[in-house]
């Protein structure tokens, strides 16, 4: 059974850092192309980042390029998403999920395995 717990979310004050976990249980993480998504009161989830299974090649959406990194230790069977230079636009439920899938995609609509998620609140 593929189960995934987050971990890491909190408030923050603007130009801050949070360190977001992903544990995953129940399947080999190298298998698997994981991603994180986030979705704000009032909008649509979005895809934030997502790792490939294969060569830990990587996407960011736009808003976060330059401030968010992802990674994964295969061997703790966890994924991270490190968060610098936070800005209130950043407030969401942050989710990871995974998919059975060789290579990189980040449609969250393919992904059929997802966390309970957890809240990033960016405020002074």
């Known amino acids: 059974q593929v189960q995934l717990v987050e971990s890491g979310g909190g408030l923050v004050q603007p130009g801050g850092s949070l360190r977001l976990s992903c544990a995953a249980s129940g399947f080999t993480l190298d298998r698997y192309v994981i991603g994180w998504f986030r979705q704000a009161p009032g909008k649509e989830r979005e895809g934030v980042s997502c790792?490939?299974?294969?060569?830990?090649?990587?996407y960011y959406a736009d808003s976060v390029k330059g401030r968010f990194t992802i990674s994964r230790d295969n061997a703790k069977n966890t994924v991270y998403l490190q968060m610098n230079s936070l800005k209130p636009e950043d407030t969401a439920v942050y989710y990871c999920?995974?998919?059975?899938?060789?290579?990189?995609?980040?449609?969250?609509?393919?992904?059929?395995?997802w966390g309970q998620g957890t809240q990033v609140t960016v405020s002074s």
């Open positions: 999920a995974a998919e059975p899938f060789y290579g990189l995609r980040c449609n969250l609509l393919t992904y059929d395995s």
């Open positions: 790792i490939a299974s294969n060569d830990g090649s990587t």
